[in-house]
Structure formats: structure tokens, C-alpha cells
């Protein structure tokens, strides 16, 4: 090969490896930028991402690139980086205790899949927030894509309900060796109640659009109506009893007439579509068999009985992250399950962490309350995402979570990457009030 040839094919390695680099700058711009997409676009890989199942680990790599990508945008902007809120300590304590029990186990993925399910991302997602969802166009963003995720959840509940199973995207959900509640509208979570418990969050949310007018017309008409059969679909009683009374209390609650008017339609809607239900020899059995079903009652008080046990064996030290399963299925040995899980947050949290870890899960959960304090200022004007009505509808959100909790384990990272998102940004809504107060009184 000729000297002019080698130095042409350098040049031609150098110009390719500039492009490549200047391609790489360019999105890695594009994303400091407009970090808000890249943070719902990690949500929506979370969305399709079962827990407790070996599926790929995209989300883990979409996850990093946030961190990455929001921390570097936060320190060429020279923002200031004040991660500290009330619930930063409690949440740093916590992740803490469970990190510190895991490490203390043999290594199992599914463990560490678990501590970044319930700790780990929605912890982390609730500090990005405060940097990411910061701007009008940013929360705009963030409602667009709650309506979306709504309407998709909705349409995937309502083709399992009627048997248009070749519409339902991912096939996994069909998939019977997969998750559980293969009979019910599991969405891609796998399960029944934590599809429900999504419903019925992001219908608030759908409500709150609509009483400002981000949800209008015929798309407000088709989302709204199609929640409650959506609901229906899932079969589970407390999904069911959660959204009654959610639209229930909001109906009553609340000072605007057109949400009000929503939530009658809503109710009467499931009524009707219930009713409708009934017309089908099929469904008037299943769903007279969900209603008078006692089985999975009394294998859950069996099972909140030996978890009851364990916590009194254990009532300090906790027996750490994920020893339930197997130590139940030790203690429940007359009843021929595959797993065993206690489908209930708080005895879960109870029994893996002890009476200190359930202090601190609980001081958790009265901060999460106290963020729906309504500020004073233009932060929460009317006719604005997080607004005052939006916070007087925030102890909702979090009580239908909550209600559901009791019988279901939170282990779903989407559902909790979506209320901590949501909880990050008033906490920055809160922080700017009271930095604009601390101003004017310094002035």
C-alpha cells in the first residue's frame, strides 16, 4: 500500500470518528436540553418492564442515561444542586436499611431487582423531577403522556374484557406462564391490581386535564367513558371499591361543576357497563364468581397470620429483602402454591425491616401528604398543571395508591416511578415558594 493511500485512510478514520463524535455531542445536547423526554421515555420503558420477571435490562440502562444525562445538564447550566427535601433523609434512611439487608444475602438478581423497584428508582426519579419537570412546556409534557398511558391501559383492558385478545400489545401479557391474573385485565404490569390502581391514578389526572380544558371534546368523551369498563375489566374488588370511591369523594369535594358532572357520568357509566356485563351468561359468571370468591381471602389472612409470626420473631433487625417468600412457603407447608407472597405493603416493609423501617416508611408516607400544601403563589395558578385544585386532589392520588397497597406488595416500578414523579414536583413547587418568600423577606 502506497504512502498516499495510508495517510487517505487515516484521514477518512479521523473524519469518520469527528462525525461519530460530533453526532454524539449533538444528542447528548439534545438531551440536556429537553431532559423531560428522555425522563418519560425511561417511564414508558418502565411501563413494559414486569418486576420479579428475567426480561432485558433496557430500563436499567434508560435509567442511568437519566441520571447521567440530568446531572451533567445541572452542572454545565451551574444550577444549584440542593437534592435535600423533608423526605430526603426518610428515603435515604430507608434505602439504607433495605441496601444493607441485601447485602447481608447470597446474591439473587430478583433481590436487587426489587430494592430498585421499591426503593432505588422511585426515590431517584423523585429528586430528578425537581430539575427535569421545572418549566410549564416540561409539566405539559408530563400530563400529554399521563392521557396517553391512560388511553392505552384503557383500550388493553377493554380488548381483554371483550375477547379482542389480537389486539393487545405486548403479547407477554398474554403469555399464561407469566406474572398471575391471567382471567383479568393485567395490562403489562401482569397483575390485576397494580393495572387498576395505574387506572384509577392517571383517571385523576385525566380529570384534572379536563377540568382545565387540556381535555376536551370528543377525546374527553371517549377516555372518561372508557375508564370504568376499563376498571371493570380488571375483576378485582378492591380496584373496584378504590375507584367508586374516589369518584365518589372527588364528586362531592370539589367546587367545579363540570368535574363534578364527570365524576356522576363516571359512576354512571360503570353502572351501566355493569349491568351491560350482566346481559353475558360468561361474564355474569365470572363476575359473580369474583364477588362471592373466598378462596384467596382465606390464604391471605393464612399468610398475614405466619407474616404476623415472623415480625414477632424478628421485630428489630426485620429478616431483610425478599426472605419472605421462602420463609412462608416453610411456615404455610399445607397449602400447594408455587410462591408465596403476602399482598400487603406494609406487612411486607413490617416484616423485611421492623418496626424502625415501618417508622420511617410511614414518615414516608406523612410527607408525601403534607406536599399537597397549597402555595400562595403564581407557581399554582389556576388553569396550570399543579395547581390548587390538582393539590387538593393530591391526598386522592394518594390514598387510592395507598388503599391498594393493602393488598398488593408495591413492587411495580412504573406505579411508583409515577407517584414519586408526581411528588418530586410539587416538592420543587413548595421549595421555589419558599425561596421566593425567603427573597421578599430578605428585601
Not at 292 to 316: D, H, N, Q, S, T
Request: hydrophobic residues 55%.
Amino acid at each position: 500500500m502506497s504512502a498516499s493511500a495510508t495517510i487517505s485512510r487515516r484521514f477518512s478514520l479521523a473524519e469518520v470518528a469527528c462525525s461519530a463524535a460530533a453526532a454524539l455531542v449533538r444528542s447528548v445536547h439534545a438531551l440536556i436540553t429537553a431532559p423531560s423526554l428522555l425522563f418519560l421515555a425511561t417511564l414508558t420503558v418502565m411501563l413494559f418492564r414486569p418486576p420479579d420477571l428475567q426480561f432485558y435490562s433496557l430500563d436499567r440502562f434508560a435509567f442511568l442515561l437519566l441520571i447521567f444525562v440530568v446531572m451533567l445538564g445541572v452542572f454545565l447550566q451551574r444550577r444549584s444542586l440542593r437534592l435535600t427535601s423533608r423526605l430526603t433523609w426518610p428515603m435515604l434512611a430507608l434505602l439504607t436499611l433495605a441496601l444493607s439487608g441485601a447485602l447481608t444475602q447470597p446474591f439473587d438478581p430478583q433481590t436487587w431487582s426489587l430494592l430498585a423497584a421499591k426503593f432505588v428508582v422511585p426515590y431517584t426519579l423523585f429528586h430528578l423531577s425537581v430539575f427535569v419537570f421545572d418549566t410549564p412546556e416540561s409539566l405539559r409534557r408530563f400530563e400529554t403522556f399521563s392521557l396517553l398511558v391512560l388511553a392505552y391501559l384503557s383500550f388493553t383492558a377493554i380488548a381483554f374484557l371483550i375477547g379482542a385478545t389480537g389486539l393487545i400489545f405486548p403479547r407477554y401479557i398474554l403469555d399464561e406462564s407469566l406474572g398471575i391474573h391471567i382471567d383479568r385485565a393485567r395490562g403489562p404490569f401482569l397483575q390485576a391490581v397494580a393495572n387498576g390502581v395505574t387506572l384509577n391514578i392517571l383517571g385523576l389526572i385525566a380529570l384534572d386535564a379536563f377540568r382545565r380544558g387540556r381535555l376536551r371534546g370528543v377525546w374527553a368523551i371517549v377516555l372518561l367513558a372508557s375508564l370504568p369498563v376499563a376498571i371493570l375489566a380488571t375483576m378485582t374488588r378492591t380496584v373496584w371499591v378504590s375507584f367508586a370511591g374516589s369518584a365518589v369523594v372527588l364528586g362531592l369535594r370539589t367546587s367545579n361543576r363540570s368535574v363534578r358532572r364527570a365524576c356522576l357520568c363516571l359512576v354512571v357509566v360503570g353502572v351501566i357497563g355493569t349491568m351491560g356485563a350482566l346481559l353475558s351468561a360468561e361474564m355474569r359468571t365470572s363476575l359473580h364468581d369474583r364477588a362471592e370468591e373466598r378462596g384467596p381471602i382465606e390464604i391471605r389472612m393464612a399468610v398475614y397470620k405466619a407474616g404476623w409470626l415472623m415480625f414477632l420473631e424478628r421485630p428489630i433487625s426485620g429478616w431483610g429483602i425478599n426472605q419472605m417468600p421462602p420463609e412462608l412457603a416453610k411456615r404455610m407447608s399445607d397449602y400447594h402454591l408455587q410462591t408465596f407472597w403476602v399482598h400487603n405493603t406494609y406487612l411486607e416493609v413490617l416484616v423485611e425491616h421492623g418496626i424502625f423501617g415501618f417508622a420511617i416508611y410511614l414518615s414516608i408516607i406523612v410527607g408525601l401528604f403534607r406536599l399537597g400544601r397549597k402555595p400562595s403563589l403564581s407557581y399554582s395558578a389556576a388553569g396550570n398543571f399543579l395547581d390548587k385544585e390538582f393539590r387538593a386532589m393530591w391526598p386522592l392520588i394518594l390514598a387510592v395508591y395507598l388503599v391498594n397497597a393493602t393488598f398488593v406488595v408495591m413492587n411495580y416500578q412504573f406505579v411508583n416511578g409515577l407517584l414519586f414523579t408526581m411528588a418530586g414536583m410539587l416538592s420543587a413547587q413548595n421549595r421555589r415558594e419558599s425561596d421566593t418568600q425567603a427573597d421578599v423577606l430578605a428585601s
